[in-house]
């Protein structure tokens, strides 16, 4: 087989490189650490590799095979300017993974990488023998980096460099300027008439938009049978960058129009369908969708042959339904439910109606009516195949679209300059603002009520209004979620995943990511389809409901931790919304567009970053903690200790993350909160200051009290003194200085009072109060009210240090002896 044009040379080095698990293993490895340390710059780090990878790629089998060499030939070179972009960043990824510190990517970096495992795969994807050649390569693929290292080493590789630089630049300013500086940037590479920027208008339907993404994609490179282009580099959600020759636009339009159609009807990514069920038929998107009116007829038979199976208002399932009737089921729809015929020419047959409908009334005449019929096929063969011929024309008629929804979309799309009209006020989409004349008539099980409130419909008026294009949008969704077990009226959330606004062109069959969703939600139920890169973003549906296992905020907490945990585990950001809304891609790693009080509370509704800051770039501004790991880290936590406690709704416990707050629920809730690994990691992590000031409390009370080994009352009981004193104090008005004297003398005399104390000191009664008084006012507890609010979870917060503080004196009298 040859590959003489460069798009069919990227297809078969993307099937190369893809067929082995070096992308997947690189997603798996790197997802879940960052690339850039630069606030507007997040994305993962595996995103970053990959985006370098693929543009470097790309622009090499464009030179390559545009200068007249044989992409069979190139695979040796091929495979190694994949290997050698895979490891770009290997000085990031082992100070992330290892701990190892290198001044970039020195051979103590590669060597790092190497002795760990080869996490990538990389040289059971390319071989032995390379590392010399691949370290040359990635020393030379950033400009300012130090390349004396290599700079004797002898390769025949040396020509990729230029590929690994184009690689790493590009995708490095695309994702700190944007795609358009990411063109100039390769026009500067290459020739300025080889490289060609499309600009689109984005539609404001996301699964519509996505498929003209990857059609117009699909076109430029020639896979919709029609001619090649050149060769796609990447693409944002509204332009596409490819190398290649230019393209008019109308006739790209044009094909993306005729591919789309395709694609939509042709594959097995959607399936559409008809609206029925016991006493109403409506043909839905059959009416609008320009598909042939014969597979429109197998649609809505297969439609009557699921519902006739199942039973249905007193109507006995059927065990077999014989394949002959159904060119009959689409005539007795338009019949008998759109035309409401309930007069036959044939006696045997009209006899037979007005039996049924005088057994089970107008309503249910219908589906008992088409029952009967087909258990008496043969005896009423000739009355159908007449009623067919007279019918199927008038069916046709109505299957017919009005007009062309997908050139109506296409041309939204390409349309750069002007954006959609808005309708008038009775004649508005109550989803997008476009002109609509059709009534949205979905009954109950829909993703939006059919008589709901909408901004866009008079406060009396029966139905609100849904364009052609939306309409499409639903059908899709519909499917989408039916794919995905999810409940279309049970609160519809969609998560967008996508590793950055701008993707790599990799050329792979279409997917989606995977949230199944049980009757119980288990995170181990998550699976993520990794290798599945064709989309620009992934359209996850998912039900926010309430479960009968839980209350619905904390369900909602549930289904969030488990979409934060998917994110992380592709190296994806993910932006959650509502269906029909225009995806929007964002600076953080985790953004919920709709997101609950008690996320706000805990810092769960927006996630700057997928892991901390490195130590050289520690920030000040709060951000350097809101990120994905350390969300994940908190969600355990809660689930652990609700588990344990046996609670329904563990999520609405916690009301802050803070130090005290979270020792609180902890040693409130579990019986060995202090043995929790996972929490004590946490509080040194996140709450380092707040751990060690409430420790040098603690430390201060073993100096006054003693260790206490027995119960919580007498490891609290000199804590408690001293809140009281505090309060006492509080409540009489006293003085800063008249305070702290009157807290220190109670404290000294309840000390001294209980004879395990042992030998009590003034001045241990004076650092104790001393480091107390300090954590009260450094977390702004002090004030009389905090003071008495938040009593019981200090008590508590001391409780954790206390033993916390044993248990490392325990550990350095072990480690003594």
């Given at each position: 087989m040859t590959?003489?044009t ?7 080095a993307h099937?190369?490189i893809i067929?082995?698990p070096?992308?997947?293993?690189v997603l798996e490895?790197?997802g879940?650490?960052?690339?850039k340390?630069?606030?507007e710059e997040?994305t993962?780090l ?9 543009v470097?790629?790309?622009t090499?089998?464009?030179?390559a095979?545009?200068?007249g060499?044989?992409i ?5 070179e091929?495979?190694v300017?994949a290997a050698a972009?895979?490891l ?12 190892v510190?290198?001044d ?6 590669f060597?790092?990488?190497?002795e ?6 990389v040289?059971?994807?390319l071989?032995?023998g390379?590392r ?5 390569l990635?020393?030379r693929?950033e400009v300012?980096?130090?390349s004396r ?8 590789f040396a020509g ?5 630089q ?7 300013v ?10 100039a940037?390769?026009c500067?590479k290459?020739?300025d ?7 689109l208008t984005?539609v404001?339907?996301?699964i519509?938009?996505?498929e003209?993404?990857g059609a117009t994609?699909?076109v430029?490179?020639g ?7 050149g060769?796609v580099?990447?693409s ?6 490819y190398?290649g020759?230019?393209?008019d636009?109308?006739?790209l339009?044009e094909?993306?129009?005729?591919h789309?159609s395709?694609?939509?009807?042709e ?7 008809c609206?029925l069920n016991w006493n109403s038929?409506?043909y ?8 042939d ?10 439609t009557?042959?699921d519902l006739?199976?199942?039973g249905?208002?007193?109507v ?5 339904i ?10 007795l729809a338009k ?8 007069e036959?020419?044939?006696e045997?047959?009209?006899?037979a109606y ?10 249910k005449v219908?589906?008992?009516f088409?029952a009967?019929l087909l258990r ?6 000739e ?20 007009s ?7 041309g939204?799309?390409f ?5 959609a009209?808005?309708g008038s006020k009775g004649?508005m989409c109550f989803?997008?603002?476009a002109?609509a004349e059709?009534?949205?008539?979905k ?10 409130f ?6 009396h ?8 294009v939306?309409?499409?949008e639903?059908?899709l969704l519909?499917d989408?979620c ?5 409940n279309?009226?049970?609160?519809v959330?969609?998560a967008?995943?996508y590793f950055?606004?701008?993707?790599g ?6 997917g ?6 049980g009757?119980t939600?288990?995170l181990s139920?998550?699976?993520v389809e990794t290798?599945l890169l064709?989309p620009q973003?992934?359209?996850?549906p998912f039900n926010?409901?309430g479960?009968p296992?839980m209350?619905e905020?904390?369900h ?12 992380q ?6 932006v959650?919304?509502?269906p029909?809304?225009r995806f929007?891609?964002s ?5 919920d567009?709709?997101?609950?009080r008690?996320?706000?509370l805990?810092?769960l ?8 800051l490195?130590?050289f770039?520690?920030?000040?501004d709060?951000?350097g ?5 350390r969300?994940?880290?908190l ?5 652990t200790?609700?588990q344990?406690a046996g609670?329904r709704n563990?999520?609405l416990?916690?009301d ?5 707050h979270?020792?609180n629920f902890a ?5 060995n909160a ?11 992590t996140y709450?380092?200051?707040?751990l ?9 009370g073993?100096d006054l009290f003693g ?9 609290t009981k000199?804590f ?13 008005r006293?003085s800063d ?5 009157h807290?220190?003398?109670q ?8 004879d ?7 001045e241990?009664?004076d650092?104790f109060?001393d ?6 006012v450094?977390n702004?507890l002090?004030?009389?009210k905090k003071?008495?609010?938040?009593e ?14 044993l248990?490392?004196d325990?550990?350095?009298?072990s480690?003594?002896?």
């Amino acid at each position: 087989m040859t590959h003489d044009t460069p798009a069919s040379a990227a297809r078969y080095a993307h099937k190369y490189i893809i067929d082995t698990p070096l992308v997947g293993n690189v997603l798996e490895h790197a997802g879940e650490y960052d690339a850039k340390t630069e606030p507007e710059e997040t994305t993962s780090l595996a995103a970053h590799i990959i985006n370098a990878m693929t543009v470097g790629v790309n622009t090499f089998v464009y030179n390559a095979v545009d200068g007249g060499r044989d992409i069979m030939e190139l695979e040796e070179e091929l495979s190694v300017l994949a290997a050698a972009l895979a490891l770009h960043d290997t000085n990031k990824y082992v100070r992330e993974a290892y701990g190892v510190e290198t001044d970039g990517n020195t051979s103590e970096a590669f060597d790092a990488y190497f002795e760990n495992g080869d996490d990538f795969g990389v040289e059971d994807f390319l071989g032995e023998g390379y590392r010399d050649d691949l370290h040359y390569l990635v020393q030379r693929t950033e400009v300012n980096e130090d390349s004396r290292e290599t700079r004797g080493t002898e390769t025949e590789f040396a020509g990729l460099d230029r590929y690994c630089q184009i690689g790493d630049q590009v995708a490095s300013v695309i994702l700190r300027d944007g795609i358009k500086s990411g063109s100039a940037k390769l026009c500067k590479k290459l020739d300025d008439d080889e490289v060609h920027l499309i600009e689109l208008t984005q539609v404001e339907q996301p699964i519509l938009n996505d498929e003209l993404l990857g059609a117009t994609k699909e076109v430029i490179s020639g896979e919709d049978d029609g001619e090649e282009y050149g060769v796609v580099v990447g693409s944002t959600p509204d332009r596409v960058l490819y190398l290649g020759d230019e393209i008019d636009r109308d006739v790209l339009r044009e094909r993306v129009g005729s591919h789309l159609s395709q694609q939509l009807v042709e594959t097995d990514r959607y399936s559409f369908s008809c609206k029925l069920n016991w006493n109403s038929f409506d043909y839905d998107i059959l009416s609008e969708f320009a598909l042939d009116p014969e597979k429109k007829e197998e649609i809505i038979a297969t439609t009557f042959r699921d519902l006739l199976a199942d039973g249905t208002a007193g109507v006995e399932g059927f065990e077999h339904i014989r394949d002959d009737f159904d060119p009959y089921f689409p005539v007795l729809a338009k019949a008998v439910y759109i035309d409401g015929q309930s007069e036959f020419d044939d006696e045997d047959v009209q006899a037979a109606y007005d039996e049924i409908y005088e057994e089970q009334g107008p309503q249910k005449v219908k589906i008992h009516f088409v029952a009967y019929l087909l258990r008496n096929f043969e005896e009423h063969r000739e009355f159908l195949e007449k009623l067919r011929e007279n019918v199927r024309p008038r069916l046709h008629d109505d299957l017919e679209p009005e007009s062309d929804v997908i050139g109506s979309v296409v041309g939204r799309f390409f349309d750069a300059t002007t954006s959609a009209l808005l309708g008038s006020k009775g004649g508005m989409c109550f989803l997008c603002g476009a002109e609509a004349e059709t009534d949205y008539q979905k009954g109950l099980s829909a993703v939006y009520r059919t008589q709901e409130f909408s901004r866009r419909v008079r406060p009396h008026a029966k139905y609100k209004k849904i364009c052609e294009v939306c309409n499409l949008e639903y059908a899709l969704l519909s499917d989408t979620c039916e794919r995905a077990d999810v409940n279309l009226n049970s609160n519809v959330g969609v998560a967008y995943y996508y590793f950055d606004e701008f993707l790599g062109d990799i050329r792979l069959r279409g997917g989606r990511v995977g949230l199944q969703q049980g009757e119980t939600i288990d995170l181990s139920d998550t699976e993520v389809e990794t290798s599945l890169l064709r989309p620009q973003y992934y359209v996850q549906p998912f039900n926010f409901g309430g479960h009968p296992a839980m209350g619905e905020k904390n369900h909602r907490m549930v289904i969030v931790r488990q979409l934060m945990q998917a994110a992380q585990d592709a190296g994806m950001k993910v932006v959650l919304g509502r269906p029909f809304t225009r995806f929007e891609s964002s600076n953080a790693a985790f953004v919920d567009e709709d997101a609950i009080r008690q996320q706000e509370l805990l810092d769960l509704d927006v996630l700057d970053r997928f892991g901390p800051l490195p130590s050289f770039a520690d920030s000040n501004d709060g951000h350097g903690q809101s990120h994905l790991r350390r969300a994940l880290a908190l969600c355990k936590i809660i689930a652990t200790v609700g588990q344990e406690a046996g609670m329904r709704n563990s999520y609405l416990q916690l009301d802050q993350d803070t130090f005290h707050h979270l020792a609180n629920f902890a040693v409130q809730n579990h019986e060995n909160a202090t043995h929790l690994s996972d929490l004590e990691s946490y509080l040194e992590t996140y709450h380092t200051a707040q751990l060690m000031d409430m420790k040098t409390v603690a430390e201060r009370g073993v100096d006054l009290f003693g260790e206490q080994y027995d119960s919580k009352y007498k490891k609290t009981k000199i804590f408690r003194e001293a809140i009281d004193a505090f309060l006492s104090g509080k409540n009489q008005r006293m003085s800063d200085d008249d305070l702290r004297e009157h807290v220190a003398a109670q404290v000294y005399d309840a000390a001294d009072r209980e004879d395990y104390a042992g030998y009590v000191t003034v001045e241990e009664a004076d650092a104790f109060v001393d480091a107390l008084q300090a954590y009260l006012v450094e977390n702004d507890l002090a004030s009389l009210k905090k003071l008495s609010d938040w009593e019981n979870a200090l008590v508590n917060s001391y409780l954790y240090a206390y033993e916390q503080v044993l248990y490392e004196d325990d550990d350095t009298e072990s480690s003594d002896n």
